[in-house]
């Protein structure tokens, strides 16, 4: 992580998601000390915890197509000359890919663990670089064009998730990394941002260590979204309660307003209460 002491920021990375970057780029223009490793995220000094704390996320399928193409650099020095082609993966490679994930040791550590472990206070998200830069108060517009993209290893051919992914493998991502779309924003089978004007996420109560999963609440409306059928006339009315005490008692007032529309919206669908469920939280607990 980096630590400012001058302009008052914590900047946690998470693999993946433009995190040699943001490095380069923070310390070319706002300095800072290096703390821990690079994607440490436990350990703030207690000095710096009172400093706006955040970090990068990333759509969980873009994530993964990069995944697959990254290469390491080990000893080489970084240049075009040492760039690898990588093959689009075949069925027996997704299949692979799947066996060794299916290892929770094996999976990259959840977004949830660097926000909830380094207090997070805001995200900014990777499909609006360079843009969502201009959401930290320390950044001065003059030095937004210059963001570095480091140059990787595996070249990675044109095309997205559906172009190189099959559905057995989406559905394996969605499962694995639901909590991943939802703490952030993202929805199934959307390989973007869901709302495409939002450049980053205030999270401001989350570093104060509200714990951010409930208990029945969440419970009963995950089960609502995972049923196969759609939501029904008497499950309406219960999510509609539901979201109406979380729009008054909800510690981050951006999902108060959130649970606030959602309770008076026309029809709520599976997926809306799918987007909601990883944030609900016991009233007696908020």
Not at 5 to 14: E, R, T
């Amino acid at each position: 992580m980096i630590i400012s002491p001058n302009h008052k920021f914590v900047y946690v990375g998470i693999p993946r998601t433009a995190s040699k970057s943001m490095n380069e780029w923070l310390m070319r223009h706002y300095g800072g000390i290096w703390y821990g490793g690079h994607h440490d995220y436990r350990g703030i000094p207690d000095g710096a915890r009172s400093f706006l704390v955040f970090t990068m996320v990333r759509n969980p399928y873009d994530r993964a197509v990069s995944g697959y193409f990254g290469l390491p650099w080990d000893d080489l020095p970084r240049c075009i000359d040492h760039r690898v082609a990588v093959e689009p993966p075949t069925t027996n490679v997704i299949d692979d890919l799947i066996r060794r994930d299916s290892d929770p040791d094996a999976r990259p550590v959840p977004y949830r663990d660097f926000i909830e472990g380094a207090g997070v206070s805001r995200l900014l998200y990777f499909e609006r670089l360079p843009d969502c830069l201009l959401d930290l108060p320390f950044v001065e517009p003059s030095s937004v064009g210059s963001f570095p993209h480091v140059l990787e290893r595996g070249v990675r051919p044109p095309g997205g998730f559906g172009d190189f992914f099959n559905d057995r493998y989406e559905e394996f991502i969605w499962n694995s990394y639901k909590d991943d779309f939802l703490i952030a924003g993202y929805e199934r089978h959307n390989v973007g941002l869901v709302d495409q004007d939002k450049a980053s996420m205030s999270l401001s109560a989350r570093s104060d260590r509200v714990p951010l999963r409930s208990c029945s609440v969440s419970k009963t409306l995950w089960d609502i979204a995972e049923q196969p059928e759609e939501v029904n006339g008497e499950q309406e009315c219960m999510c509609r309660e539901l979201f109406a005490v979380q729009a008054q008692v909800h510690p981050v007032p951006a999902l108060r307003t959130r649970f606030g529309t959602a309770s008076t919206t026309e029809r709520i669908s599976r997926q809306l209460v799918c987007q909601l469920a990883a944030f609900a939280m016991e009233p007696e607990n908020a």
